[in-house]
Every structure is written in structure tokens, then in C-alpha cells.
């Protein structure tokens, strides 16, 4: 499985009278082998997270709880995708811009990484972006 471009991808759900349970498998659910898992937590409602991009890291984001609106941008266009189920996640392939934004209250992002932390992998600055990009 490979994608070349951002698209929601639902996940498997179980239920049950005793909850519901859902799950991703790497290299199933997402085109990526999965290196790294981070959430992140207590962003005040309302809040935003500022953009960047990576040179070779694909994401998978989720909204473990809560809601929050993920803003793509390929360079030319933005695009916004509202997250709020357990159940949906968002590809986000590299050479992608992301931002995080529009958080409920105790919203969960969790974020699953095709790559181990490398800060040289990290895009900050959105015009540099635009000219890798070009």
C-alpha cells in the first residue's frame, strides 16, 4: 500500500456493549512501517499548533479524543480536515505542510511516525518550504 497524497483513512472498529475498540496495524492501515508514536495532550481549547513540514517523515494523525482541524498545504493549496473519531486518521505524506489547530478541550492527538526523531528532518519555515517544493 502507498499514497502520494493526504486522504482520511478509516480504521477497523469493533463494537461492543462493553466499549468500542479500534486499531491500526503498520504497513496495514497505514502505507508506512511505523518507527515512532507521540501524542500530544493539555493544548488549551482553542489553540493552535504552528506548521511545519519533513523532508522524508510520512505521519498518520488521529484524534484520540476530542476534536481538532489538521491544515494541509502541498505548496499551492491549503487544505482542512476535521478530526473528531477514534476510528478516522489522516495521512500525511512528507514534503507536507502541517498545521494543528481549533483543539477542544482535552483533545489527544496521536501521531504515527514512518521515521525515528531527527531534527534535521524538520521543515520550519514556510517559505524555505515553497522553494523545496518548486
Request: hydrophobic letters at 35%.
Amino acid at each position: 500500500m502507498a499514497f502520494d497524497s493526504p486522504q482520511i483513512i478509516e480504521l477497523p472498529k469493533v463494537c461492543d456493549p462493553r466499549g468500542n475498540l479500534s486499531f491500526v496495524e503498520s504497513e496495514g492501515h497505514v502505507p508506512f512501517k511505523v518507527r515512532r508514536v507521540y501524542w500530544i495532550y493539555d493544548v488549551p481549547g482553542g489553540m493552535r499548533r504552528y506548521g511545519h513540514a519533513f523532508r522524508e517523515q510520512d505521519e498518520f494523525i488521529v484524534a484520540l479524543s476530542g476534536s481538532f482541524d489538521v491544515v494541509l498545504n502541498d505548496g499551492v493549496k491549503a487544505t482542512r480536515h476535521h478530526l473528531c473519531r477514534s476510528y478516522y486518521g489522516l495521512y500525511v505524506p512528507r514534503m507536507t505542510w502541517r498545521e494543528i489547530d481549533n483543539f477542544s478541550t482535552n483533545s489527544v492527538v496521536m501521531v504515527l511516525s514512518s521515521t525515528c526523531y531527527d531534527s534535521g528532518d524538520y521543515i520550519e519555515d514556510f517559505d524555505e518550504f515553497q522553494a523545496l517544493k518548486k
